[in-house]
């Protein structure tokens, strides 16, 4: 696997990456050797972010974990990334993908692969009402949610508000 390090407002000693990149490959045995793995370490305030992207066939995986320690947060995205690897390798392997075949004998493994499948428990459906992206910004924080759909008086198209890890929003626009 090869092992790309971008940081940003972060500086990485060369023992943390030597970590990320002994505990990264052990998730060689789901790739082949010419897999690229993109490891993201930076710094806003008190949190510190490590993010692990992993290009597979049909797809990405991506793992984000924030905390106060880079070397905690090590141990809490490998196993995040390494359960949508499992689960990305079972869904692909009744399709046409070329997957590298797994050895599903571990016990840790095992366990991981057994997740009950997700289900939508829950519907809602509302007419979109024409507003400015600093109503739905207000509507937003009024109703508490970390997102909001609306429809856009500017360009008239359906979008979505969002609310980013560093306090500002994000914006998605469709377009026809």
Not at 67 to 74: A, K, P, Q, R
Not at 91 to 104: A, R
């Amino acid at each position: 696997m090869r092992i790309e390090f971008l940081c940003k407002n972060y500086n990485a000693s060369d023992k943390l990456k030597d970590v990320i990149t002994k505990k990264v490959d052990r998730l060689d045995k789901f790739f082949e050797d010419d897999t690229k793995a993109k490891i993201v370490l930076k710094k806003s305030k008190d949190l510190e972010t490590l993010e692990i992207t992993i290009a597979v066939s049909g797809g990405i995986t991506r793992a984000e974990v924030s905390s106060g320690n880079m070397y905690e947060n090590i141990d809490l995205a490998i196993p995040k990334i390494e359960k949508q690897i499992i689960r990305h390798h079972s869904k692909m392997k009744g399709k046409k993908f070329k997957v590298k075949e797994i050895d599903f004998a571990q016990p840790e493994v095992q366990e991981l692969a057994k997740e009950p499948e997700k289900k939508i428990v829950r519907s809602k459906s509302y007419s979109l009402v024409p507003m400015t992206v600093e109503d739905a910004i207000e509507e937003m924080e009024l109703v508490g949610h970390d997102f909001y759909v609306f429809l856009n008086r500017e360009t008239g198209n359906v979008s979505v508000l969002y609310a980013r890890n560093d306090g500002d929003y994000g914006l998605i626009e469709t377009t026809r």
